[in-house]
Nanobody
Framework: VQLQASGGGLMQAGGSVRLSCAAS?????????LGWFRQPPGKEREFVAV???????LYTDSVKGRFTISRDNAKNTVFLQMNSLKPEDTAVYYC???????????????WGQGTLVTVSS
């Protein structure tokens, strides 16, 4: 599975941005879960959100109510709509895939290349 993320950039606090990640490859299945992780400067990578093949979602507490994960199965694409951005959201955002939600959270089998989101105060 190959994952191609896009949509990052420099944003102001309080603003919004939407990240996209397109999945491809002969092994990818529309039933796969897709998720987002992020790595803030100088910190470890952390889980952000995941969506299952059936549409179930999970979020880390710090983004609940501000970020929305969704997917377009026809295009094998996952989105992360990020609203009410805060400087602490600054990070490289990675998409990931796995056969189910738990697999994505614990041990994704594929990673995208990362896209940088910088939020200025």
């Amino acid at each position: 599975v190959q994952l191609q993320a896009s949509g990052g950039g420099l944003m102001q606090a309080g603003g919004s941005v939407r990240l996209s990640c397109a999945a491809s490859g002969v092994t990818f299945r529309s039933s796969y879960a897709l998720g987002w992780f992020r790595q803030p400067p100088g910190k470890e990578r952390e889980f952000v959100a995941v969506i299952g093949g059936g549409g179930s979602t999970l979020y880390t507490d710090s983004v609940k109510g501000r970020f929305t994960i969704s997917r377009d199965n026809a295009k094998n694409t996952v989105f992360l709509q990020m609203n009410s951005l805060k400087p602490e959201d600054t990070a490289v955002y990675y998409c990931a895939s796995g056969p189910n939600i738990l697999a994505v959270i614990q041990t994704p089998n594929s990673w995208g290349q990362g896209t940088l989101v910088t939020v200025s105060s």
